[in-house]
């Protein structure tokens, strides 16, 4: 069974770092390209950040391009988040995810989420 724990979330001042991690259990890691989403109060979920399989692609919605940077630890099943100059506007829940495509497409299909980390951006 699929298992997804994010955590590394908190409060931050806006220009301030911080760096989300999700371990996971229950499927090959290895096989899978990996996701970032995020819930703001009020809106969809959307996609933030991929990575591919075997790391060799990643790709970033525009609004977090050159601040955000996706990666992953194959041997300890994680993936990460390092954000930089935050802004007020990623303040929202981060959730990692397993898309259900097993090549390089988007939109993604998610697969079940877990309970995600919140990320607060302070003015």
């Known amino acids: 069974q699929l298992q997804l724990l994010e955590s590394g979330g908190g409060l931050v001042q806006a220009g301030g770092s911080t760096r989300l991690s999700c371990v996971t259990s229950?499927?090959?890691?290895?096989?899978?390209?990996m996701d970032w989403y995020r819930q703001a109060p009020g809106k969809e979920r959307e996609l933030v950040a991929s990575i591919a399989r075997n790391g060799d692609r990643v790709r970033y919605i525009d609004s977090v391009k050159d601040r955000f940077t996706i990666s992953r630890d194959d041997a300890k099943r994680a993936l990460y988040l390092q954000m930089t100059k935050l802004k007020p506007e990623d303040t929202a829940v981060y959730y990692c995810?397993?898309?259900?495509?097993?090549?390089?497409?988007?939109?993604?299909?998610?697969?079940?989420w877990g309970q995600g980390t919140q990320v607060t951006v302070s003015k």
């Open positions: 995810n397993a898309p259900e495509e097993s090549s390089w497409l988007f939109p993604r299909s998610a697969r079940p």
């Open positions: 229950g499927f090959s890691f290895d096989q899978y390209d």
